[in-house]
Structure formats: structure tokens, C-alpha cells
């Protein structure tokens, strides 16, 4: 299969650790974006090895904190490929609470709506 998507809608990763949460975010995607490419893992490794594949990304949302984000520097990754990072998750919130780092990516905070998801693709597309 080639992961050179950019003869196609938009690609996104999505990186969560809970199957149901992950597939309600592909789902949320997919319903914005029907002609989105929309790979998904549990595993922030296995995104970091998706997100090199990509030519180009939309968004990557990813249950992880900045800290992580900053020491992978994935940041780097998905900018250089023209897309968002948006995190999610314990260490995303408890890192927002507490004030450890810069709050320099959007955070999906719990509970989240669909329409809380679909507000940061469509933040993120302007």
C-alpha cells in the first residue's frame, strides 16, 4: 500500500491507547472528511513511524503531554509535513492543569464532544 497520500483527501494519525476512544475520533474525522485518509495506532511509537511515511498531514491527535511531544520532537515531524499536533489524554490534561510546560498545542480536554473535535480540525485548517 502506498502512504504517499497526497493525490487524496487530508491524512490524519490518531494515536490513542483506548480502542473505543480512538475509533470515535477516526469516526469523528471521517464524518468531517470522507475522502481523509485516517491512520490510526495505540502506540506513540508506531505514530511517530506512521507520521515519517506521510508527504504531507492534516492533523495528528495523539494521548500524550508536551513534554513527550517536545523529547520525540514530534513536533518537528508533523510541521515539517504541514500539520497540527492535537493531544489528549492524562498526561496532556494534568500537564495543561498544573502549568509544566507551554501550552503550545490545542488539548482535547475530557470529556470531549464531537463537536468540541470538530472545532480544533476546523481551528486547525485556517
Not at 476512544?21 to 508506531?46: G, H, I, M, N, Y
Not at 504531507?56 to 513536533?75: C, H, K, N, T, W
Not at 510541521?79 to 492535537?86: D, H, P, S
Not at 501550552?103 to 470538530?118: D, H, M
Request: charged share 30%; net charge negative.
Amino acid at each position: 500500500m502506498d502512504n504517499n497520500c497526497s493525490d487524496r483527501g487530508d491524512v490524519y494519525v490518531i494515536a490513542v491507547h483506548d480502542f473505543v476512544v480512538l475509533k470515535d475520533l477516526e469516526d469523528t474525522v471521517r464524518e468531517f472528511d470522507p475522502t481523509a485518509t485516517v491512520l490510526t495506532t495505540t502506540s506513540c511509537d508506531e505514530a511517530i513511524t506512521k507520521i515519517r511515511t506521510q508527504d504531507q498531514l492534516a492533523m495528528v491527535f495523539i494521548e500524550a503531554g508536551p513534554v513527550y511531544i517536545s523529547a520525540v520532537r514530534m513536533d518537528e515531524l508533523v510541521r515539517a509535513r504541514g500539520g497540527r499536533i492535537v493531544l489528549l489524554g492524562d498526561d496532556a490534561e494534568d500537564e495543561w492543569d498544573e502549568g509544566r510546560s507551554p501550552r503550545r498545542w490545542p488539548t482535547l480536554q475530557r470529556p470531549f464532544s464531537s463537536q468540541s473535535v470538530l472545532s480544533i480540525i476546523i481551528a486547525g485548517r485556517r
